[in-house]
């Protein structure tokens, strides 16, 4: 990969602490390869290196915002941008040739393949085995990199790839990268890079099947009594229901629904049983004891980000916020395309909006990661969620054969558990209308809602900047061009 050749890489202490910075393992001299043998010598160096994956993953180019709550959300037409120097303005029009998206795509694509690096550096001295990693740890950390490797090289395939067809698979898009050293890989057709994908996940599902306690014990979300918290925090790991739901994922993402319901519905069933609910959707119970904007109990994999309040809520949406910073829907509270996107406004993400009057003027903005100090919040204060179960209530749904099923088993369950009236559809057609709604209203704040867009092909969606009105776009502006530090290096 040319472009990682030049890219600085650095290991962090648990989950945000500064350890050590050294030079790109994609491009060392013998210093940092000493420095690499180094931080391998023993578990606690391994479980760094990991954890300076996660850490960096929190960056603003990365899943900190950019393919969450910004511009991802921004492209998929959340937002009222349309004003006159917005700073996400380029966003909502898909100018891909102006400078700020170059920038942006040579970040994104930098920053993944640099931690990608990371993850193989890890996945290579982990080796078939390792004297100085236990058996549980061994399985742990090489499933847990192979896991992230092959979700960051996912939702690369999402954005830089095209609209999986059956010529559209065919297209050469990315590498998918194995190893940690300088040598450049070849792009890929976007059904090769998927192979990998699958494999990789299905390694790291069987590495993790035996030793994850989050089979039989769930998130774990508190200390450990005795010694370190290496396996506790699930929720903050790539643990192995995280890898189950991103091959439903990703098979959905290539077409094979049954695959893709095959693994939703085996993570519904192991998570949200009654007899032993690890993964529960929430209840009026919960929402009733709990300010938990964000579903905490369901989210199978997120990012823990002690910067949420000041990198996402405070600099996207607090109302106090000049009209081209914030990030709000168009319109007010009562009229405007909040009310227009939730159907039942029992809705506990509908609670999500508020309104408030500042400088004489209404405005509308969203709460779900406002900071939170009260007692219980500690689980999910700084949590930013990457793959939740009710996902996989929609892929389920959308993959059952018969809509009535699909209804009663999959699609109603999740509107009751966000405390919404049931639904009705007589048709598939009728499903996926009501599905794609559901999309809308599930994933603000969390990227995904683009890539159904682009999955399904749809080229009629809400223009974010109007109440009400449809936005044009065309099938080439889900498809990110690569980015130029990229293209020209290949092209020497």
Not at 329 to 356: C, F, H, I, P
Request: glycine share 6%.
């Amino acid at each position: 990969m040319n472009t990682i050749n030049k890219i600085k890489s650095v290991f962090v202490t648990g989950l945000v602490m500064l350890l050590v910075s050294c030079n790109s393992w994609l491009d060392v001299d013998p210093e940092d390869r000493i420095m690499e043998n180094s931080l391998f010598k023993d578990k606690e160096g391994f479980m760094t290196a990991l954890n300076g994956v996660y850490s960096d993953m929190n960056k603003s180019s990365l899943y900190g915002r950019n393919l969450t709550v910004g511009m991802i959300d921004v492209m998929a037409q959340y937002y009222n941008c349309n004003i006159s120097e917005h700073s996400f303005l380029t966003y909502m029009e898909y100018s891909y040739d102006g400078s700020v998206y170059k920038g942006q795509f040579d970040a994104i694509w930098s920053g993944m393949y640099t931690l990608i690096a990371n993850c193989n550096a890890i996945i290579e001295h982990c080796g078939e085995q390792n004297p100085v990693l236990p058996d549980v740890y061994f399985k742990m950390v090489k499933g847990e990199a192979i896991g992230l490797r092959a979700m960051m090289h996912l939702d690369l395939l999402r954005m830089f790839g095209p609209i999986w067809s059956e010529t559209g698979k065919e297209t050469v898009c990315i590498p998918y990268m194995t190893r940690s050293d300088r040598t450049v890989q070849p792009l890929l057709k976007a059904d090769s890079v998927m192979i990998y994908i699958i494999r990789d996940l299905e390694t790291a599902s069987s590495l993790l099947s035996t030793v994850d306690p989050v089979i039989t014990e769930g998130a774990k979300n508190y200390d450990a009594e005795m010694g370190s918290n290496d396996m506790n925090y699930r929720q903050y790991r790539m643990n192995y229901f995280a890898v189950n739901a991103l091959l439903a994922r990703a098979y959905l993402w290539s077409g094979n629904k049954q695959k893709a319901g095959e693994y939703a519905r085996t993570v519904i069933e192991k998570v949200n049983n009654e007899a032993n609910p690890l993964f529960p959707l929430v209840n009026a119970d919960y929402m009733a004891a709990n300010a938990d904007r964000v579903f905490s109990p369901e989210v199978l994999f997120s990012l823990y980000n002690t910067s949420r309040s000041d990198a996402v809520y405070k600099a996207l949406f607090i109302p106090t916020l000049a009209t081209t910073r914030l990030l709000t829907m168009a319109g007010d509270l009562s009229t405007g395309r909040v009310a227009n996107t939730y159907d039942d406004k029992n809705d506990y993400r509908y609670r999500m909006w508020e309104q408030t009057v500042q400088n004489n003027q209404t405005v509308t903005y969203f709460t779900k990661f406002i900071d939170e100090t009260v007692t219980g919040a500690e689980a999910y204060r700084y949590m930013m969620p990457l793959i939740r179960v009710s996902e996989l209530y929609l892929i389920a749904a959308e993959c059952e054969t018969e809509v009535q099923g699909a209804l009663e088993k999959y699609f109603n369950p999740l509107r009751f558990s966000r405390n919404c009236v049931n639904q009705n559809a007589t048709s598939e057609e009728e499903l996926k209308t009501l599905i794609r709604a559901e999309y809308v209203r599930e994933f603000i704040g969390e990227g995904q809602l683009f890539f159904y867009y682009k999955r399904n092909g749809l080229q009629h969606i809400p223009d974010g900047g109007t109440e009400n009105s449809v936005k044009n776009i065309s099938l080439d502006s889900y498809v990110f061009p690569l980015p130029d530090s990229e293209t020209s290096q290949r092209a020497e």
